[in-house]
């Protein structure tokens, strides 16, 4: 079984940048689809990137795309995620979660999960 933990989260002002990175082990990423999702106070979580097996990507939440970019680096076992751009409103616990093989925007789809790395966006 693949465990993940998130690290990369932190304070920053809005306008700045963070790269959250999601570290695997137990078992080789490569035959799984990686995602993150975010989830703020009081609201459900919400999908924001995932990158399938051959590095495909997909975007959720309109206002990311441009300014959120996934990626894998499957020798190093590891997700990325490089935010740009930062808003307030990007404030939020990020998590990164695992399926195997196919792609997914459902969080109900994955079944391995991260504890969760917290972005603060100061304005």
């Known amino acids: 079984q693949v465990q993940l933990v998130e690290s990369g989260g932190g304070l920053v002002q809005a306008g700045g940048s963070l790269r959250l990175s999601c570290a695997a082990s137990?078992?080789?990423?490569?035959?799984?689809?990686m995602a993150w999702f975010r989830q703020a106070p009081g609201k459900e979580r919400e999908f924001v990137a995932v990158?399938?097996?051959?590095?495909?990507?997909?975007y959720g939440v309109e206002a990311v795309e441009g300014r959120f970019t996934i990626s894998r680096d499957n020798s190093k076992n590891a997700v990325y995620l490089q935010i740009d751009s930062l808003e307030f409103e990007d404030t939020a616990v990020y998590y990164c979660?695992?399926?195997?093989?196919?792609?997914?925007?459902?969080?109900?789809?994955?079944?391995?999960w991260g504890q969760g790395t917290q972005v603060t966006v100061s304005s």
């Open positions: 990158i399938d097996v051959y590095g495909g990507r997909t």
């Open positions: 979660a695992a399926k195997r093989l196919r792609a997914s925007i459902n969080s109900w789809e994955y079944d391995v």
């Open positions: 137990g078992q080789n990423l490569h035959t799984y689809a």
